[in-house]
C-alpha cells in the first residue's frame, strides 16, 4: 500500500516538473523512514545524510533543465578576436558542492584553429569557480581554516557538508580566497568608511543638537606592532638568515642556550585605524590615582572604547610599508584631517620615526604616546635595583614614580632615579648598572611622547590594549599552532582573511571577490561579454 501511494506521489510530481517524481517519492520514503527512528539522534542522522542526497540531486535537476534550455549562439568571438562556430552540445563539467557532486553540462564552442581554447559561455552564467569546488563550499572551508587548523578545517567541513576535502587543496582555496583582499582594502569606498566612522558619532551629534550643544567628531586611533610568524627556510627574511649565520654556533646539541634564538621567525606588522569614544555612562576624566593609586580591590575606571576597528597584518611588507598603508586607510575615513589623530605605539624608535615621517609626508598632526604599561615595565625592572628581593616596598616604589609621569613630572622621576643611583651605586658592568642606564636612557628619550596629562584629560587612551590584543588574535591564535610552518603567499593569504574579518567586512569582501573572479575567470574571455551571459 505504501509503494502504491509513493508511485502516485512520483507521477504527480512528475506532471508538475519531468524528473522531480523520483525526488518526491524519496523525499516521501525518507519521511517515513524516519518516522520509524526510535530517538531523536537517529532521525536526525537520517535526514541529515539522506536529505544532503535529495537536494543534491534537486540542484542535479534544475542544472539538466537549464542545460536542455541553453540556446545556441550564433557566434562567439573571444577576446583574442577568434571566433568560434563549431558548437557542440553535452560537453560535462563536475562542481562538487556542499550538497554533493553535480555534473554541469552546456555548450561549448569551438574554432578550427588548433590550440585556441573553447568557450563556454554558460558558465560566465553559472559563474563557475575554476576549481572544482563551488563558491559556497569554498567560502565554509575558508570560515573554518581561518579560525583552526586546516587538518581541522578538513574535519569541520566533512561533518558539516559530508565533502572530503584535502589539505592540499584547502591551502590552495585559502590563497585563492585572499588573490583580492588588497585591492579591496586599498579601494574600499570612501562613502562607506565615513559611513562606518562616523555613523554613531552622527547620531551622537543628532542627539546633541536638539539639546543645543555641539561636539566635534571623536579622535582617530591609529596603532602598529609586529608578532613573529615561524616559516619554512625559503620563506624568511634575507636579513634573518644573515644574522643567524653570524650567531655563535648552537650551544647544545638538541637546544638553544640562554639568548639564543632559532631565526626561524618572520615579523607580521599588524595595525588597527579606530575611532576613540568616551565610555558608557556618565564619567569625566580618568585620573592618575584611578589608574596606579586605587586601594587593593577597586574597580579600575571604565577607559575610553575603540568602535569601528580596522585592521591589517601583512607579514611581506615592511613596517614602514604598513604603517603608510594604515595611514592611508585613516585618511579615507578623515580626509580633511578635521579629527585629532593619536598614535598609540609601544616605544620602537623606527616606528615613531615612520609615523613621524608619513605624519609630515600628509600635512597631518599625529600626536605619539608611548603605551604606559611599556613605562612601568622599565620601571618594575628598576625598582630592584634599589630594593631586596622580594621588599614590598619595590611596589610602592613603582606606584610612585608612576604617578608622577603620569602627572607630568618624568624629569622628577628621572632625578630620583638619578640619585638613588648615585647614593648606592651598582657594581660597574652588573646587570643592575645596565638596568638603570637603559631606564634613564629611555625616559629621557621618550619624554615628548609621555604627554599623560594630557590623554588623560582629553579622555584619550594610554595603552595599547587594541593592537596588543590583534597581535594575538590576528597572528598569534591561528598562525602559531604548535609545529605550524608557513610559506610565505600562505601566511599572507591567511593574514589578509583574518584581518578582513576581524573589521567586520568578510561578508561584503567574499561578494566582491566573487564578482572580480566572474570577470578575470568569464567575462573577460570574450570580445562582447553581454553576449555570453544571453547564453
Same mark, same amino acid.
Given at each position: ?28 520514503? #525518507? ?57 557542440? $552540445? ?168 640562554? /639568548? ?142 608612576? #604617578? ?39 625616559? $629621557? ?19 595599547? /590594549? ?11 591564535? $591561528? ?57
Amino acid at each position: 500500500m505504501e509503494q502504491y501511494g509513493l508511485e502516485e506521489l512520483a507521477a504527480s510530481a512528475e506532471a508538475v516538473v519531468a524528473g522531480l517524481g523520483p525526488l518526491a517519492a524519496g523525499l516521501a520514503g #525518507l519521511a517515513a523512514e524516519a518516522g520509524r527512528a526510535v530517538t531523536l539522534e537517529a532521525m536526525e542522522a537520517l535526514v541529515w545524510e539522506r536529505g544532503r542526497e535529495l537536494l543534491c540531486g534537486l540542484v542535479q535537476l534544475s542544472l539538466d533543465a537549464q542545460a536542455e534550455r541553453e540556446v545556441r549562439l550564433p557566434a562567439v568571438t573571444g577576446a583574442d578576436g577568434v571566433p568560434r562556430a563549431c558548437a557542440e $552540445r553535452g560537453h560535462s563539467r563536475t562542481v562538487v558542492t556542499r550538497l554533493g557532486e553535480v555534473a554541469v553540462s552546456r555548450i561549448g564552442y569551438r574554432s578550427k584553429i588548433k590550440k585556441v581554447p573553447a568557450l563556454f559561455p554558460r558558465d560566465a552564467v553559472l559563474n563557475l569557480p575554476p576549481r572544482g569546488y563551488s563558491w559556497a563550499l569554498q567560502q565554509l572551508a575558508e570560515m573554518f581554516c581561518r579560525s583552526v587548523s586546516f587538518e581541522q578545517g578538513h574535519e569541520f567541513v566533512a561533518a558539516a557538508t559530508g565533502v572530503s576535502v584535502g589539505r592540499r587543496q584547502l591551502e590552495q582555496i585559502m590563497v585563492a580566497a585572499a588573490s583580492d583582499a588588497e585591492r579591496f582594502c586599498q579601494d574600499l569606498d570612501r562613502a562607506a568608511v565615513l559611513q562606518a566612522g562616523q555613523q554613531q558619532q552622527q547620531q551622537e551629534e543628532e542627539e546633541e543638537e536638539e539639546e543645543g550643544q555641539e561636539k566635534g567628531l571623536p579622535p582617530l586611533g591609529i596603532s602598529a606592532d609586529g608578532k613573529g610568524v615561524a616559516m619554512r627556510p625559503e620563506a624568511r627574511r634575507p636579513e634573518t638568515a644573515r644574522k643567524a649565520a653570524g650567531r655563535p654556533g648552537q650551544a647544545f646539541a638538541r637546544r638553544l642556550g640562554t /639568548g639564543q634564538k632559532s631565526g626561524s621567525k618572520r615579523i607580521a606588522e599588524t595595525g588597527a585605524v579606530f575611532d576613540v569614544l568616551p565610555p558608557d555612562g556618565e564619567q569625566g576624566p580618568r585620573t592618575p590615582e584611578q589608574i596606579m593609586g586605587r586601594a587593593p580591590g577597586q574597580p579600575a575606571p571604565d577607559g575610553p572604547r575603540a568602535a569601528n576597528r580596522w585592521y591589517i597584518a601583512d607579514i611581506t611588507a615592511s613596517c614602514a610599508e604598513t604603517i603608510a598603508a594604515l595611514l592611508d586607510h585613516a585618511e579615507r575615513r578623515d580626509p580633511g584631517h578635521a579629527r585629532t589623530w593619536i598614535a598609540l605605539v609601544d616605544g620602537a624608535n623606527h616606528q615613531i620615526d615612520v609615523i613621524t615621517a608619513e605624519a609630515a609626508r600628509r600635512d597631518v598632526t599625529i600626536t605619539i604616546l608611548i603605551d604606559f604599561i611599556h613605562v612601568i615595565g622599565y620601571l618594575r625592572k628598576a625598582a630592584w635595583c634599589f630594593h631586596p628581593a622580594r621588599d614590598p616596598a619595590a611596589g610602592d616604589w613603582v606606584t610612585a614614580q608612576g #604617578l608622577a609621569i603620569l602627572h607630568g613630572r618624568t624629569p622628577e622621576v628621572i632625578a630620583r632615579i638619578e640619585a638613588a643611583a648615585a647614593a648606592d651605586p651598582p657594581r660597574p658592568g652588573s646587570e643592575h648598572a645596565k638596568i638603570i642606564r637603559t631606564t634613564l636612557t629611555y625616559l $629621557r628619550n621618550k619624554q615628548p611622547y609621555l604627554d599623560y596629562p594630557r590623554a588623560l584629560a582629553n579622555g584619550w587612551p594610554i595603552a595599547t /590594549g587594541v593592537i596588543e590584543g590583534a597581535c594575538r588574535h590576528l597572528v598569534q591564535d $591561528r598562525m602559531g599552532i604548535t609545529g605550524a610552518r608557513w610559506g610565505l603567499e600562505g601566511a599572507q593569504a591567511m593574514l589578509w582573511l583574518r584581518a578582513i574579518n576581524a573589521s567586520g567586512d568578510h561578508d561584503a569582501y567574499w561578494d566582491w571577490h566573487i564578482q572580480q573572479e566572474h570577470q578575470r575567470n568569464h567575462l573577460s574571455r570574450y570580445q562582447d561579454p553581454s553576449l555570453a551571459l544571453a547564453a
